[in-house]
């Protein structure tokens, strides 16, 4: 069992920054990666990065690809989600999930993939 806590959503304005994080605790072993997502009030829940706990290999979604910084503390068991330049479109609740497939070779973008969920945080950036 895996526990996920979000944290450091808020409220923010168009071109700030905001840095979430994402507390595992529960599980002893390593996930093969831990991801990024959001959903916007009547979308779906959308990829937004993720990084492979072995070598803190990193994939994002075209829309915040150099924005957006994703990174590991290995000892604190926390990832980070570094949001630079946010914009409106920006606006979701973020939710951190961990991938434990067994086996696996690449960094999901498919939140199937992902088997723990946080509760999520939100971030709103106000124009």
């Known amino acids: 069992q895996v526990h996920l806590v979000e944290s450091g959503g808020g409220l923010v304005q168009v071109g700030d920054s905001l840095r979430l994080s994402c507390a595992a605790s529960?599980?002893?072993?390593?996930?093969?990666?831990v991801g990024w997502f959001r959903q916007a009030p009547g979308k779906e829940r959308e990829f937004v990065a993720a990084l492979r706990w072995s070598d803190a290999n990193t994939r994002y979604d075209d829309s915040v690809k150099d924005r957006f910084t994703i990174s590991r503390d290995n000892a604190k068991k926390t990832v980070s989600l570094a949001m630079n330049t946010l914009k409106p479109e920006d606006t979701a609740y973020y939710y951190c999930a961990a991938d434990i497939r067994r086996g696996a070779w690449y960094v999901s973008t498919d939140k199937a993939d992902y088997y723990y969920w946080g509760q999520g945080t939100q971030v709103t950036v106000s124009s």
């Open positions: 529960g599980r002893t072993s390593s996930p093969y990666a």
